[in-house]
């Protein structure tokens, strides 16, 4: 891996931005592409899809929507181990993210004058789980459970047709899907299926969703760019980050596990350590070359690795590691230090944080209750991850009374006065002259 050896600068938060590391992905290039994929999906609907099935994903499926008995068949068939692992993330993600349902408050502001805060449900929202390199049943219970805790009525899941299973969905995201309730299931994928989640196919009874969530290559994010607006998004989703801060007393061999695991996922994948002490950055080195070489995705762990996206970092100080940590905005962010806690109080940014050796990603992964879609490429600065706060709009509701309003009569008139919208002042005095 490179090395960025900070120690003897002191840069600012836009310098740290710029010097972090980052995969070379540009959303932008694949917008043309991603239009014309959606415009074609809009003018032709299900004979679009199937093309674009054909072109894609090597395979013409038999049925873009999935039949009931296929997804139970699916659920019956997995394998007691995994049933039990995904009924085990199932639950613990239901309990941890039932804490981020706000509850409705009252705020009275004078006698007869008050304001409700609501938080209201969207009515339909689209899953997109990929298909790519790797199966995801575990991105099917994160993206599934917040909305069904959040209390959305009506869900479709979207999922690229696979070749080895003659152009259904994988079975095992039928399986998770059979789980937890899921009945609409569509064998697409790609810029295509964002698009017919946002505008929907009549032809397959599929209605417009309100919100597309989900992560996917750069063309499905480019995708989702585009029909924002026209619905809501979770977030343009890159390639996976891991940001380990880590001091001289961290093990280095764990350390660098949980920096291969995150590079199995893709060549772009980004894996970043950030410490203040040199021996200990060596000592990572030196695993990192022994399990990239061993893991069962070594060629695609050692891409990502020694690509421009992943790096050592050497700082000052654990403040220092910090300050960097909060302008790169990581995906995951691991602390292993002496005190965990005094680091975790520096952090501002970043989109699930796990602390002390036992606390790795890949826990967040599968079973820790968390939710693992979360902000990539320095988002994690400005938005949050995956919670049923997603799928949940708050609505003020204003209640005033005959007295409560004439109190704040005059107050409105000269205020509209001063707009030089004297009508608004007019609609609250014709209620009393």
């Avoid at 991850?385 to 009569?409: N, S």
């Amino acid at each position: 891996m490179q090395i960025i050896d900070l120690r003897a600068t002191s840069p600012s938060n836009a310098e740290l931005a710029r010097l972090a590391p980052r995969a070379a992905t540009d959303v932008t290039v694949a917008i043309d592409a991603a239009a014309d994929l959606i415009a074609d999906v809009r003018a032709r609907g299900v004979d679009a899809l199937l093309d674009q099935a054909e072109r894609f994903d090597g395979v013409r499926p038999a049925t873009i929507r999935v039949h009931a008995g296929e997804i139970a068949e699916a659920m019956a068939r997995l394998t007691p181990s995994v049933r039990d692992a995904l009924e085990e993330a199932i639950d613990r993600v239901t309990r941890a993210t039932a804490a981020q349902v706000p509850i409705s408050v009252v705020t009275n502001l004078a006698p007869g004058a008050e304001v409700i805060q609501r938080w209201q449900p969207i009515d339909r929202v689209g899953f997109y789980v990929p298909g790519g390199k790797a199966v995801y049943p575990s991105s099917v219970v994160m993206n599934v459970v917040p909305a069904h805790v959040a209390g959305v009525g009506s869900v479709a899941l979207a999922s690229p047709p696979q070749k080895d299973f003659g152009g259904g969905v994988h079975p095992t995201i039928l399986g998770a899907a059979g789980l937890l309730g899921v009945e609409e299931v569509y064998a697409m994928g790609g810029a295509g299926a964002i698009g017919a989640l946002a505008y929907g196919i009549p032809d397959l009874s599929l209605d417009p969703v309100e919100l597309i969530t989900g992560p996917g290559n750069v063309y499905v994010a480019a995708a989702k760019r585009l029909v924002r607006g026209v619905v809501g998004i979770d977030s343009e989703a890159g390639t996976t980050e891991i940001l380990v801060i880590a001091d001289e007393n961290a093990d280095a061999r764990i350390v660098a596990a949980d920096l291969v695991s995150q590079a199995e996922h893709d060549e772009a994948a980004a894996s970043v350590l950030v410490t203040p002490s040199e021996e200990f950055a060596a000592a990572v080195q030196v695993e990192l070359d022994r399990l990239s070489a061993s893991t069962h995705h070594a060629d695609r762990v050692q891409t990502a690795l020694n690509g421009p996206q992943s790096a050592i970092v050497l700082v000052a100080d654990l403040q220092s590691a910090a300050a960097f940590s909060n302008a790169y905005g990581p995906e995951h962010l691991e602390i292993q230090t002496t005190e965990p806690g005094a680091v975790l109080d520096l952090i501002t940014s970043a989109g699930a944080i796990f602390l002390g050796e036992n606390s790795p990603v890949s826990l967040g992964d599968y079973l820790a209750g968390s939710n693992h879609v979360l902000p990539t490429g320095g988002q994690a600065r400005f938005s949050s991850g995956l919670g049923a706060y997603t799928f949940l709009r708050p609505q003020q509701v204003i209640r005033y009374d005959r007295a409560a309003l004439q109190a704040v009569e005059r107050k409105i008139v000269a205020l509209s006065a001063a707009e030089d919208l004297p009508a608004h002042g007019d609609a609250v005095t014709a209620r009393f002259h």
